[in-house]
């Protein structure tokens, strides 16, 4: 493996903004913002989305059907008697 042309591999915190959780990982990224946690020093970063708030992994539903899928399809598509 070459040297000097990958980037470097840091220990990042990543924080949902809207619950707050860290989730302590290594990446690339770096922060403005550092953290000590546990005796090692974090780059900090704020995520609006994370797993702890986004929708698919929190089982919430964000739309409204009320019509229903089926009925719009059937009253759009049907055959019209002539």
Known sequence: ???EIHPNYNPV???DVSSGKKFLTR???KGKQKE???GVEY???VCDV???SHPAYTGEKRFVDTAG???KFE???RRRRR
């Open 1 to 3: 493996m070459k040297t």
């Open 50 to 52: 994370t797993m702890d």
């Open 69 to 71: 899928r089926v009925e």
């Open 13 to 15: 915190c990543f924080v």
């Open 36 to 38: 000590t946690i546990d």
């Open 27 to 29: 990446s690339t990224l």
């Open 75 to 77: 009253n759009k598509f």
């Open 43 to 45: 780059n900090v970063l």
